[in-house]
């Protein structure tokens, strides 16, 4: 059983940047290799919205094109840490954004919902001026 806690998150001005940060628990060191992890994050009225993802061992990611060259995912497994730095921020990134993981290494459909089997608590961001 995995669980996953996000932090980072909070208010910027449009133009800004945050890194937020997925600590995983109940892994050891070579078990959180077996998890791609990915960021979904849901505005008000919205759905859920897959925005990248980042392979077990990190050799592999994905992004979706809103996020695309603004946001980079990355993972310390001997942290057991998952990051998402995130750039340019505008006022439609304002959402919760939620960390998840998968019970694979690599992302695979890494935007749909039900491919996640564990979920942190979400963040907010809020990008206005």
């Known amino acids: 059983q995995l669980e996953l806690v996000e932090s980072g998150g909070g208010s910027v001005q449009p133009g800004g940047s945050l890194r937020l940060s997925c600590a995983v628990s109940g892994v050891t060191l070579d078990t959180l290799e077996e998890h791609a992890i990915g960021w979904f994050r849901q505005a008000p009225g919205k759905e859920r919205e897959g925005i990248s993802c980042?392979?077990?061992?990190?050799?592999?990611?994905n992004y979706a094109d809103s996020v695309q060259g603004r946001f980079t995912i990355s993972r310390d497994n001997a942290k057991n840490t998952v990051y998402l730095q995130m750039h340019s921020l505008q006022p439609e990134d304002t959402a919760v954004y939620y960390c998840?993981?998968?019970?694979?290494?690599?992302?695979?459909?890494?935007?749909?919902?039900?491919?996640?089997?564990?979920w942190g608590q979400g963040t907010q961001v809020t990008v206005s001026s």
């Open positions: 998840a993981a998968q019970l694979r290494v690599i992302c695979g459909a890494y935007h749909y919902a039900d491919n996640y089997d564990f």
């Open positions: 980042i392979s077990g061992t990190g050799t592999s990611t």
